[in-house]
Structures are given as structure tokens and as C-alpha cells.
């Protein structure tokens, strides 16, 4: 309205109306003048937090009712509900309930993210929000994570469900396994083999010292034993076929 008391078909009224708004975008960013000036309309005032003003006050941040936060072109509200406070902030995934004890430490924490923080003086209006929370508590068992953060752990999920079911497909349907599963069934197929070989000269040492006990005794009925009663070579080779024939 100013721009156009010079005229409405003037060129500085024309320029001015191409040029991007520094008060908004399309994207539903509003500055803080804009802001501030439609608070005015409920009767309240936002009063900059770390202003030496409001410094001076040395009011705890939970007597506030509400505090409205900006970082470049974001803005989100913390405000008390009930009893209780909440992070309104539109990038999670919903309210993030703030403990009285982690209020000041929370506000702190924005501030050192370059965050500009306003507290909002005055009556704020009705809220339903606000008289159901009167009454009840909120109590929350699982913060509230970031939107694009939520949809990323679902798309790891799925990537890391899909890898595995086709792992247990390979695996159940073909039979194939990988390298180290071959290497592992390798070495466990080679130990089994070395307790058996094992058993085997184990059971052969067994059954050559019986039968050499049961000759000798059969010797020592029939014949007198003379030193040359030991069995020769051949006889013993003779006996280890015939122990692996049964």
C-alpha cells in the first residue's frame, strides 16, 4: 500500500512487485516481523530469550508458557500443553514431550545450533490440547524421530530383510553355501575321517594282539613251544584280511 501511493503504474511499483517478499515464499515461510505482528492480533509479544532484557528477568523457562524457535528459514513452537511441554517441531514424526528438568538444557542446546528463540509473552488462546492435558498426563515410551531418519531405517529394513531371504532361498533351495560354510563342512568331513582312521588302527591293533594270544594259547595246548613259535609276516597279513573281510 505504501509502494503504491506513488502510483500503482509506476516503475518503482512494478519493480517492487517482482521482487521476492522478504517477509514470505511460497513455501509458507513467514520473517519474524510478520510473525510478531500477527501474535498482536491475540495480544501477545514475543520477546527475544537471550535479550539482556529478558536476561535480567531471570525467569525459568518452565513459568513460560510458550517459546517459538527459527533456524534460517524453519520455525517450530516448544509450548506447555497441560503440565506438561512439547517439541511442535513439523520435521518429527509427532510431539516430542520435554521434561521440566530437560526444559533450560533443551533450549540451551538449540541456541548453540544457531537457533534464535523468542518467548511469547501474554494469554495465549484456547486450546482443547491444552484442557485435555489439564487432566491427564502424557506419557511417552518412544521419542519421536525424524521424518526423512524414520524412512530411511525402513528402507534399511527392507534392503536387509530382502538380503536375507535371499541368502535362506539360495541356501534351502539349491544347497549352496557360501565360502565359509564350504571351508567349515571341509574341515569337519577331514576330522571325521582322522577319528575313524583312528578307530580303525585302534580296533586292528586290538584284534592282531588277541589273535596272537589266542595262537599262542592254542600252541601251548597242542605242540611244545619251541622259540620259533612267533608268527611269520605272511600269517599276520593273512589275519588282517581276514579281520576286514568280517
Request: glycine residues 6%.
Amino acid at each position: 500500500m505504501r509502494m503504491a501511493e506513488g502510483g500503482v503504474t509506476s516503475e518503482d511499483y512494478r519493480t517492487f512487485l517482482q521482487q521476492p517478499s522478504g517477509n514470505m515464499d511460497d513455501s509458507g515461510f513467514f520473517s519474524i516481523q510478520v510473525i510478531s505482528n500477527a501474535l498482536k492480533v491475540w495480544g501477545l509479544e514475543l520477546i527475544l530469550f537471550n535479550s539482556p532484557e529478558y536476561q535480567r528477568l531471570r525467569i525459568d523457562p518452565i513459568n513460560e508458557r510458550s517459546f517459538i524457535c527459527n533456524y534460517k528459514e524453519h520455525w517450530f513452537t516448544v509450548r506447555k500443553l497441560g503440565k506438561q511441554w512439547f517439541n511442535l517441531n513439523s520435521l518429527l514424526t509427532g510431539p516430542e514431550l520435554i521434561s521440566d528438568t530437560y526444559l533450560a538444557l533443551f533450549l540451551a542446546q538449540l541456541q548453540q545450533e544457531g537457533y534464535s528463540i523468542f518467548v511469547v509473552k501474554g494469554d495465549l488462546p484456547d486450546c482443547e490440547a491444552d484442557q485435555l492435558l489439564q487432566m491427564i498426563r502424557v506419557q511417552q515410551m518412544h521419542r519421536p524421530k525424524l521424518i526423512g531418519e524414520e524412512l530411511a531405517q525402513l528402507k534399511e529394513q527392507r534392503v536387509q530383510k530382502t538380503d536375507l531371504e535371499h541368502v535362506l532361498e539360495v541356501n534351502d533351495g539349491t544347497g549352496m553355501l557360501d565360502e565359509d560354510e564350504e571351508e567349515l563342512q571341509r574341515a569337519l568331513a577331514l576330522s571325521r575321517q582322522e577319528i575313524d582312521m583312528e578307530d580303525e588302527e585302534a580296533d586292528l591293533r586290538r584284534a592282531i594282539q588277541l589273535s596272537m594270544q589266542g595262537t599262542s594259547r592254542n600252541r601251548c595246548q597242542d605242540i611244545p613251544q619251541t622259540s620259533g613259535s612267533h608268527p611269520t609276516s605272511e600269517e599276520l597279513r593273512k589275519r588282517r584280511e581276514a579281520y576286514f573281510e568280517k
